[in-house]
């Protein structure tokens, strides 16, 4: 006895300290395992930047229509003195009021990024918990589902008059156009992802003596999430598109108000400026939300859960 009280402290002193250099090591082999596909990623963006170049080196590429990364890129504080909308555009304002053009730019893209943000915790709120509700409750299946089929087909662009009529102008259109480019989609993906759960892991659950609220919880969540959040990524592109849209409507300043001030003035690097501002925000979100499943899927073999689940 005396033997084995002195042999367990032992064990957990020896064992204690084995956990920070596994942890350690598996960060290195992320960032390790990053990097060939951060060096392709760049590569292909130097690649096709490059052709732009050339084409414009010898003459192919109009600077006045297609200028190159080069010039709308270089020179920052040119393109960034027309983020400044939120004053500038106000009648009887000096052009130089407000704030600073590297402010204006940070500003404009926060307005644009808070927009996508809560027209996307919204739609996957209320997505979430109406298909449960479809797929849990036959009165509301009966009652809601077909009106969901008939509207989700409808192209998010087409609700913007219904925005304005609805919101006005402002901040909520913007947010209603993200909210309908992902609700109806991911009330159906819901539903479909609840259908497709294995039925003998959710009778073995039943004979445990799990309850209705458990089996949810336990068993149908963790099986659907993987799909969802996979259709969410996919959404979530056209979500940034639909609120480029809404904003150039007249939301007040914004990276859509942007563009359509730049279309309106003729300034194709403010566009392309514009441009390079979308695809990088839109890259940091696809892998936030990519990071973001990998942690919650911890269960899911990786390559499962970027197509959905098994």
Known sequence: MGT?????????????????PSRMFRLWAAILGALPKLFWTCLSIAFFAGIWEFLWYIGWADPRLLPPPHIFLGNFAEQAQFFN????????????????PTMAVLLTIMATILRVLAGLLLATVASLMLGIAIR??????????????????????????????LFGIGNKPAVFMVFVALFFTMVLATISQIDSVNRNYINVGRIM??????????????????GLLVVLRLNLFGAWMVVLIAEATGVGYGLGQVIMMARN???????????????????????????????????VPKGQASMGGG
Not at 85 to 100: F, Q, Y
């Open 209 to 226: 003596g799990a309850t209705r609220r458990q089996i949810f919880l336990r068993v149908i969540l963790p099986a659907i999430l993987p």
């Open 136 to 165: 849990y409750w036959a009165p509301v299946e009966k009652l809601v589902l077909p009106t969901v089929t008939l509207l989700a087909p409808v192209s998010p662009v087409a609700w913007l008059p219904v925005a304005i009529f």
């Open 265 to 299: 003035t003729f300034n194709p690097g403010l566009v392309f400026f514009t441009i390079v501002i979308i695809g990088v925000i839109g890259s940091v979100f696809d892998f936030t939300l990519r990071a973001v499943q990998a942690r919650v899927l911890y269960w």
């Open 4 to 20: 084995t009280a002195t042999a367990s402290p032992r064990a957990g002193r020896t064992n204690a300290p084995k956990h920070a």
């Open 85 to 100: 909308t939120a004053e500038r555009w106000t009648i009887g304002v000096d052009a130089s009021a407000g704030p600073s």
